[in-house]
């Protein structure tokens, strides 16, 4: 069986060398919000009526938005304003 999502994306930043294990909770909500949205597209291309497209005005479609625009907190790393 392949990695999870939260596998993926710790190897990700410990391959960029900037790995903190501060970042776990963090990449733990990001899987949990892609996962979510992943759930959500499948279920707006399901809501499609046959060899038609899926409708914006459709309710998952406001969802999707809601999760693509979420913003996972910042940890500080000291180069910025905090």
Known sequence: MGQT?????????KDLG?????FAPMV????QIDR???RLQKAWAASA????KPSFLDPHYALIAQAESYD???VGTGGGDE
């Open 5 to 13: 999502r939260e596998q993926i994306y710790t190897q990700q930043l």
């Open 18 to 22: 900037i790995w903190e294990d501060a």
């Open 28 to 31: 733990k909500e990001l899987a």
């Open 36 to 38: 979510r949205r992943t």
């Open 49 to 52: 009526p046959p060899g038609g």
């Open 72 to 74: 996972v907190p910042t």
